[in-house]
Nanobody
Framework: VQLQEWGPGLVKPSQTLSLTCTVS??????????WSWIRQSPVKGLEWMGA????????YYSPSFESRASISRDTSKNQFFLQLTSVTFEDTAVYYC??????????WGQGIQVTVSS
């Protein structure tokens, strides 16, 4: 199973960050895994942001992100996505897509550095 994040490395404050995760070697619609976005920054450490389950019917977010984050997917491309609105400097982090829900993860992407800067 391989995961690969794609997206801009630089985003301006107040803009929307959009990331794509392409999964290979496993179909994201296969029961019973969920697919998550996690980020890591020097200030806040690892933060689980949210996940979409294999059916696509259940999408859940950390309370810290539920007002700004949106997770979706494209099953035809075996991809899932993260949108984070109204970014600030505090959203600067390495963003990872992972296989797993809220507390157990077995496969991680390599991560993508996103910097919020004007």
């Amino acid at each position: 199973v391989q995961l690969q994040e794609w997206g801009p490395g630089l985003v301006k404050p107040s803009q929307t960050l959009s990331l794509t995760c392409t999964v290979s070697g496993y179909t994201i619609t296969t029961a019973y895994y969920s697919w998550s976005w996690i980020r890591q920054s020097p200030v806040k450490g690892l933060e689980w942001m949210g996940a979409i389950d294999y059916s696509g019917n259940i999408i859940y977010y950390s309370p810290s992100f539920e007002s700004r984050a949106s997770i979706s997917r494209d099953t035809s491309k075996n991809q899932f996505f993260l949108q984070l609105t109204s970014v600030t400097f505090e959203d600067t982090a390495v963003y990872y897509c992972v296989r797993g829900g809220t507390d157990q993860y077995d496969y991680w992407g390599q991560g993508i550095q996103v910097t919020v800067s004007s």
